[in-house]
Each structure stands twice: as C-alpha cells, then as structure tokens.
C-alpha cells in the first residue's frame, strides 16, 4: 500500500489525498481505478458537494489531473477542456503547476489533430472532431 493509498484511506475527505492517490494510480497504469476515487464525478462541486470554495492549489491540482485521466482514456476534447480550465485563471507564483503534465496533455492533443487530420478527407465524423478541437 502506497503512502498516498493510506491518506487516501484515513482520510477519505481530503481532496488533495485523492488527487495525489489518482496521480500514482496513473502511473502505476490502473487509470480505470480513477473514477471511484471520486465517486465517479469529474467536477470539484460534484466531488465535494458541501463546499462553495476551494483552494486555487486544489482547482490547479484537479484540473492537471483530469487533463492527464482524459488524455489517458482518449478523450482529447474533455482533456484539452480541463487543461484551459487552468489557463482561464490568473495563477499566482507560489501554486505549483506541474509543466511536464501540461506538455504531456499539449503534445497529446497535437498527436489527435494530426491523427484527424490524416483521416479527415475519408471521414465526416473525424471532420467533426477536428472542428470540436480546434473550437475549444
């Protein structure tokens, strides 16, 4: 059992428990494992009912996170969404923004664009795809 598995356990409504918990689960290749840490929601107000406010620590931390489950699933759309959700707001300096997950999830959604790029003529469904990603 991992450091961050027993945070997890003890302390079931830590937020940030969950999130370092989901980060090794990742790494560890057992993303499927992710959404029942959160109890299957994928939004901090879904996650955490009770609260109105969150740290902007936690928003970052969450959102890098989900940009990093969805590209690992396949989803580039709702990825690329989580990874501007972080970007839509002023970070201040001493909030820690991983810039290694970010790259990850940019040179991802740079692989999908070629991806449909390529099937694009042949395919109205990647057309649509493409347009979806390129909007967002």
Known sequence: MTASQIVADKFPDFLMGKIRHSYNLIHAGRTTEVPA???????????????????????????????LYFVQIGNIITARTC????????????????E???DRVDLEIEECVYKLLGGIVKNKKAKADLIALLVN
Do not use: K, T, W
Request: proline residues 6%.
């Open 37 to 67: 840490i959160f109890n299957n929601q994928f939004s901090l107000h879904g996650i955490c009912p009770d609260r109105q406010e969150f740290h902007i620590s936690e928003y970052v931390a969450f959102h890098i996170l989900m940009s």
């Open 83 to 98: 990874r501007n959700m972080i970007f839509d707001i002023e970070i201040p300096e001493n909030v820690p923004v991983n």
């Open 100 to 102: 290694e997950i970010i």
